[in-house]
């Protein structure tokens, strides 16, 4: 058994995500898929009509064709496996991305799964199981929603070559999403498909066609991509399906227009022989013209790492190249090879940037750098502006510098008094205000950057109101210890209440008296 | 830098103009000008003076810097400025660093010769009058001088040179007291002495004697002045009186001296020793004789041995006493930073003088004098390494006032502690020194030295560093004292000038209605109109409000004068200078609310000043508190009042005028608004926005400044509402702007 890898390019970005899948070993069974699939595949056309009710819309299938794209080359040996992912009770879908095509039971899974940069998020899902072989079936886009199956097999009819039959996907609304178009032999599926952008007859639409194999990817993994699947083909998709469980692809961006699949091939298989499994080159899918990036896919992690630190810049065509790791490649390139992976890849894992501790951004700094003192300004000014927002542990001025520093008991108080006496004019001097540092003197108003900056210490925790108009310098030993800086666990009495309002009115008198 | 700690740092460094006491040379060079090797070292003294080591790199940058020029023979006058210039400066810093006297005078006579060098030495003894050292060098000099002058000793000058240059570099940093060599070389020159000059310097002799004579230390100097004696004559009467001085002083050699003395008085009759004739009468009446010559050699021998002897042992007995406090005082010179050891001298001089002063309340009338001199010495001496100490200060002026010392002498005392060396913040001393003067009637004097003390902290000298403190303590003191001692109604138009005048800055030196109001009152005391003119000079918006105060207090004792208080009110109260000052505005709120009880006036007093002034947020709540206070405490006279109704909003708004949340204390954010620089710079934003806006971009993390927040441009929220069913009016997606630059990483300022 032969698991695909599914994997899905979003169209127009540049996310490459292949998708984790399951593998199940052993010879698919038609029991076990009939108990997973609910039978349902037997019985597609039926059903399309409620399909709603049963999935849900995590596996959208995006209308394209690169959806499946990329699996193309292997499917055609798949053994069973449609990707359990889909239908497994609380799984991660948003990283399972399978397109399984069981192609000996001639079944067609297409299942997609697309949920990223998807416009409409209510509009579709789908599953699809074909009995038919893949190779006579094309996918066809860009349908007029008033068309129906018997529209599309008369304009096939039209261009003579009559389908055996047509299948439309719809939307849950009902609208037309993309459909299936079946040949009668591959030789007539083959020549359709070159109908590729072309206009349809009697329409103002162009073709959008794709072999519903998945052989997508415009022909153009061809050249490889097919040598490789004959290759593995006869090794059975046992060995297969457990290799491709882990993908060691690489972004290549900074292509130019003219680099085609086979000259990126040619490069890297010239450099790494034998491993580069599939090279992909992102096109417009209205255009065909390139989009300027790619990606390779690789056997072993290790050939990974390495074109990941050789390949970049490397000359391909006229213009170096840029070589990264895809979105979504394999997070565990192999055990000796992560640590490697992880410090390469810098640009993945992108720390939030945190300012460097300073002491305007250091949470625990209750000093303030106060500028432009001069000697109208006392110290005791300063502590009864600033002493009003709580208990302070210094005051200094330095009237040579013009500055002057306080530092209060807490944090809070600190940014209350920040926000209260940033740019006021006291006593005639424009007063400035900063974040300080106890350790950087207040030599002058411009900022010493030499002087390294270290944590202040976590203020105490206080609940209680702290004193004000309090200088904690000021006071003696015997003072410290009287200071009631935490909150009585009891509850106070109304004497003792009253007494230390008193105190408080007191003290209130005192300044008054005292003050200029 | 803080603020000054001494008066003398208040002029430092001395105005370049003012070159050294005895050099008053037209300075062609500055020794700031930048073509000096010494520039760099002067920058570096002048910046930290304290540090002596920088003082001594300078000098020596100077002293190479003349050895050059010398040699080079280059002018030396720029050199010569500088170093007389700096070393007046330090010097005029730390008088009493002796040490330093002695280099500068070694300077001088290096560079400017033998008088210069008499001359600073001169200057070195009046500053520094306590450095046994000085005076010895300095007496020795004169006598030096003496010689040469006689033309006696030819090479003398040279050997003095030499000499005192050795001595000052031994002594440089340190005045211990150490023996300094006196040669009495020159004891040959006694012929053909001009008798004025050797009357001179004995006079300055007699007078080191009195000023250091009794320094525990003081043996060089005895022993130059006894050298200096003995040179004029073997046997005259100044020297067998220098020894009996001598003896009777507790010095360190005094066994020295006395043995001295011992030699000396045998060659002496013995009335010529003991001088008192009573006493002499009473020691040779046990010998059956009357008068002094007619005693034996044997005789007067053991009348001078019994003499002698009891001069020696009340001596020895004096010295035993102090040895005990004398033995730890070991740090003499004065040094700009004091270590803990002086601190703990400092305690050994407090318990010394205690000491003496109980010898002197136990002292006979005869022993008082000395007694009295010798705690003054030891004032003096402990007041060299200890001139800092205002405590040392107020006890030697508390204990001359006890002695009854005159006037002038505790004047000069207070003018020293006062004008040099007490720090300033002491200013409980200058309070004290106003009450001598009133004591002792001097109010003009009085007058005189309060204007000096606050013209010398109000900044507008040279050095324009302004104490304030001091300052405004020093004008309150002296409105106190007017409104104390001059009658009321000259000093209340006097004040009510003075408010005027500063307020009406036009004519404000113009105005001659001082002297108008000059009444020849007999009462007390009457203003001079130049004091009050000079204080005028001295106000500044810290000051006017003491001045507007004690005014308000004097005219407010009369009921009648109510309306003249509300008046002035009207007229001043939104002044600038009265929006900082706690006073004023304490003023107001308990006139209305205390003594008028006019709570609708009060209501307007505290609106005003919660929303205008520049007070510090402690006292606006203070008054708003107050105010809350006196309408609860009144609440019936208050319900009773027609506007009633204005009078609730006080009580219930208390908390939330004095919260500390901007967001709810609206009264503070309009303060606050008034008082931002950028609404004051930018007259025409609308006041209170630039504040919001500041506010609004650190809201979250105070000090970290947010310049840009996004906004949406086609906001439809404040347009009017839409049917959503109304499909053609769906507002469209909003579109941003900002948000890039809101993106950006903060800036911080530190």
């Known amino acids: 058994m032969y698991s695909n890898n599914g994997s899905s390019y979003r169209p127009g970005g540049d996310l490459y995500r292949p998708g984790r899948h399951n593998q199940r070993q052993g010879n698919y069974k038609n029991e076990d898929y009939a108990g997973r699939g609910n039978e349902r595949a037997q019985n597609y056309p039926d059903r399309s009509s409620n399909r709603s009710d049963y999935r849900s819309n995590r596996n959208t299938y995006k209308p394209n064709g690169l959806y499946n794209g990329y699996g193309q080359s292997d499917q055609r040996n798949l053994n069973s496996q449609y990707g359990g992912n889909s239908y497994g009770a609380g799984r991660d879908y948003g990283h399972q991305n399978s397109n399984s095509y069981q192609q000996p039971r001639q079944r067609f899974q297409g299942q997609g799964n697309y949920t990223r940069g998807q416009k409409s998020p209510g509009d579709g899902y789908h599953l699809v199981y074909s009995q038919i072989q893949s190779e006579n079936q094309l996918w066809m886009g860009d349908l007029d929603p008033r068309w129906s199956e018997n529209d599309i097999l008369d304009i096939w009819t039209e261009l003579g070559e009559r389908p055996t039959n047509v299948k439309i996907m719809r939307d849950k609304t009902g609208r037309s999403q993309y459909c299936f178009v079946t040949f009668s032999n591959p030789t007539a599926a083959n020549t359709a498909v070159q109908r590729h952008r072309t206009p349809v007859p009697g329409s103002s639409r162009i073709f959008k066609l794709n072999k519903a194999s998945g052989g997508g990817s415009l022909g153009a993994s061809t050249g490889m991509g097919a040598d490789q699947s004959r290759q593995n083909a006869p090794g059975g998709g046992h060995s297969m399906g457990q290799r491709s469980t882990v993908d060691y692809s690489l972004f290549v961006g900074d292509l130019a227009q003219d680099i085609t699949e086979q000259m990126l091939y040619g490069k890297f298989n010239q450099k790494y022989p034998g491993v580069v499994k599939q090279v992909k080159i992102m096109t417009d899918m209205n255009t065909g013209m390139s989009k300027g990036f790619g990606f390779v896919r690789f056997h072993k992690p290790e050939a990974q790492q390495a074109a990941l630190k050789e390949m970049n810049g490397v000359i391909l065509g006229d213009r170096p190249i840029r070589v990264g790791l895809a979105n979504g490649s394999s997070q565990e390139p192999a055990p000796g090879l992560k640590k490697a992976a992880s410090t390469l890849s810098p640009s993945l894992k992108l720390p939030q940037q945190q300012p460097s501790l300073t002491p305007s951004s250091d949470p625990n700094n209750c000093v303030l750098d106060i500028l432009g003192i001069n000697y109208s300004i006392t110290r005791d000014d300063l502590v009864a502006h600033y002493g009003s927002f709580g208990t302070l542990v210094y005051c200094k001025i330095d009237y040579k510098a013009q500055a002057a520093q306080v530092k209060y008991l807490l944090r809070g108080s600190a940014e209350k008094a920040f926000l209260f006496t940033d740019g006021f004019v006291m006593n005639g001097c424009n007063l400035g205000l900063r974040w300080g540092s106890e350790e950087r003197p207040l030599a002058s108003a411009k900022v010493d950057k030499s002087v390294k900056y270290s944590a202040a210490e976590k203020p105490p925790t206080i609940y209680g109101e702290v004193p004000d108009a309090v200088v904690l310098e000021d006071l003696s030993e015997e003072q410290l210890g009287d200071l009631k800086l935490t909150e009585p666990s009891e509850l106070i009495g109304v004497s003792d209440f009253d007494q230390l309002n008193e105190d408080r009115i007191a003290r209130r008198e005192a300044y008054l008296a005292l003050a200029y | ?750």
């Open chain 2, 1 to 750: 830098m803080a603020l000054p700690k001494y008066p003398l740092e208040l002029a430092f460094p001395p105005h370049r103009k003012e070159s050294a006491q005895g050099s008053n040379h037209n300075l062609p060079l500055k020794p700031t000008s930048n073509t000096h090797p010494w520039n760099l070292v002067y920058n570096s003294a002048i910046e930290d003076p304290q540090t002596l080591a920088k003082w001594d790199e300078l000098f020596a940058v100077l002293d190479s810097c003349y050895g050059m020029a010398l040699a080079k023979k280059e002018p030396l006058e720029a050199v010569k400025t500088a170093v007389v210039e700096l070393y007046s400066a330090l010097l005029s810093l730390f008088p009493l660093m002796a040490g330093y006297w002695r280099l500068f005078a070694a300077v001088k006579l290096k560079m400017f010769g033998q008088k210069e060098f008499v001359d600073c030495l001169k200057c070195a003894v009046t500053a520094c009058p306590q450095s046994v050292s000085l005076w010895v060098e300095y007496l020795q000099a004169l006598v030096d001088d003496l010689d040469v002058q006689k033309g006696k000793v030819e090479d003398s000058s040279h050997e003095i040179e030499k000499t005192t240059t050795e001595n000052s570099s031994k002594n440089q940093s340190a005045e211990n007291g150490e023996p300094s060599t006196i040669d009495s070389a020159s004891s040959n020159s006694q012929e053909s002495v001009d008798p004025n000059k050797i009357e001179s310097i004995r006079l300055e002799f007699q007078r080191g004697a009195s000023v250091i004579g009794r320094n525990f230390n003081s043996e060089t100097f005895w022993d130059s002045y006894i050298a200096f004696e003995s040179s004029i004559s073997d046997l005259s009467e100044h020297l067998i009186k220098v020894y009996l001085q001598l003896v009777t002083l507790p010095l360190y050699l005094y066994s020295h001296f006395y043995n001295k003395f011992l030699d000396t008085a045998k060659k002496y009759r013995i009335d010529e020793i003991i001088t008192d004739s009573e006493l002499l009468a009473t020691k040779i009446a046990p010998f059956g004789k009357s008068l002094a010559d007619e005693l034996s050699s044997e005789e007067s021998q053991q009348i001078l041995d019994a003499f002698t002897y009891d001069i020696f042992t009340e001596t020895q007995r004096k010295v035993n006493d102090c040895w005990k406090f004398e033995s730890e005082l070991q740090l003499h010179s004065f040094v700009p930073t004091l270590s803990s050891a002086y601190d703990a001298q400092f305690e050994v001089y407090l318990k010394y003088l205690d000491h003496e002063m109980q010898i002197l309340e136990t002292a006979t009338p005869d022993e008082k004098e000395s007694q009295v001199a010798q705690i003054l010495n030891i004032f003096e001496r402990a007041l060299i390494p200890h001139c800092h100490e205002p405590q040392l200060w107020r006890k030697y002026i508390a204990f001359l006032i006890t002695v009854g010392s005159e006037f002038e002498k505790v004047q000069s005392l207070y003018d020293a502690a006062i004008f040099k060396f007490a720090p300033i913040a002491d200013y409980q001393l200058r309070d004290e020194y106003a009450e001598f003067l009133m004591n002792n009637a001097k109010f003009d004097l009085m007058n005189i030295d309060m204007i000096r003390s606050i013209k010398q902290y109000s900044g507008t000298l040279d050095k324009s560093i302004y104490v304030k403190s001091a300052y405004l303590h020093d004008i309150k003191t002296l409105i106190r004292l007017w409104v104390q001692h001059v009658p009321a109604a000259s000093s209340e138009p006097l004040l009510e000038t003075l408010i005027n005048n500063y307020f009406d800055r036009v004519d404000r030196y113009k105005k001659d209605s001082l002297s108008k109001n000059e009444i020849q009152n007999k009462e007390e005391y009457s203003l001079k109109p130049e004091h009050s003119m000079s204080l005028q000079k001295l106000l500044n918006d810290d000051s006017i409000s003491l001045i507007i105060v004690s005014y308000l207090q004097l005219i407010r004792v009369s009921d009648e004068n109510v309306l003249r208080i509300r008046k002035f009110y009207n007229k001043y109260h939104q002044e600038s200078a009265l929006a900082r000052s706690v006073q004023f505005w304490n003023f107001f709120v308990r006139f209305e609310g205390q003594d008028m009880k006019n709570f609708v006036n009060l209501g307007h007093i505290v609106n005003y000043l919660k929303e205008n002034t520049a007070l510090p947020k402690q006292s606006v709540d203070a008054f708003i508190e107050l105010q809350h206070a006196f309408v609860c405490c009144n609440l019936t006279k208050a319900m009773s009042s027609p506007e009633s109704k204005h009078l609730l909003s006080p009580l219930i708004n208390t908390h939330r005028d004095t919260s500390e949340d901007l967001f709810v204390n609206s009264s503070a954010r309009k303060r606050l608004s008034k008082n931002h620089v950028e609404s004051r710079n930018n007259l025409t934003a609308q006041k209170g926005s630039i504040f919001s806006q500041t506010l609004k971009k650190q809201l979250g993390h105070p000090g970290v400044v947010r310049e840009y927040s996004p906004e949406i441009t086609n906001s439809w929220i404040e347009r009017d509402w839409i049917l959503l069913s109304d499909v053609d009016k769906i507002p469209p997606l909003p579109t941003f702007r900002l948000v890039d630059k809101a993106n950006s990483p903060l800036i911080y300022h530190d």
